[in-house]
């Protein structure tokens, strides 16, 4: 089992700044695929970023260059940073761990946080 909070949403300007992050226990995090979803009302959940284990990320083409993921083994969390928003970003963001080799489909993930709300005004 994989326990995952996440932390950070919030209301901000479009051009603003956050850093989401979630806090991971119950299993070898080091080992863990992390990924970061978003799910907007009315719209279906959809993958923003991942990072495997050895490091490797990839991102949704919406968010990349200004979206980073990154993590910290030793503390068992996954940061996502996010610049230049803007009010298309707004969505409820989910923390969401895999035991194997990232992947960008939802459903492939076993274990999820319950989500953090990031708004976005213009």
């Known amino acids: 089992q994989v326990q995952l909070v996440e932390s950070g949403g919030q209301l901000v300007q479009a051009g603003g700044s956050l850093r989401l992050s979630c806090a991971a226990s119950?299993?070898?995090?080091?080992?863990?695929?992390m990924g970061w979803f978003r799910q907007a009302p009315g719209k279906e959940r959809e993958f923003v970023a991942a990072?495997?284990?050895?490091?490797?990320?990839g991102y949704a083409d919406s968010v990349k260059d200004r979206f980073t993921i990154s993590r910290d083994n030793t503390k068992n969390t996954v940061y996502l940073q996010m610049n230049s928003l803007k009010p298309e970003d707004t969505a409820v963001y989910y923390c969401?761990?895999?035991?194997?080799?990232?992947?960008?489909?939802?459903?492939?993930?076993?274990?999820w946080g319950q989500g953090t709300q990031v708004t976005v005004s213009s």
């Open positions: 119950g299993r070898t995090f080091s080992k863990t695929t």
């Open positions: 969401a761990a895999r035991s194997r080799s990232w992947s960008t489909i939802a459903r492939e993930y076993d274990y």
């Open positions: 990072t495997s284990w050895s490091g490797g990320t």
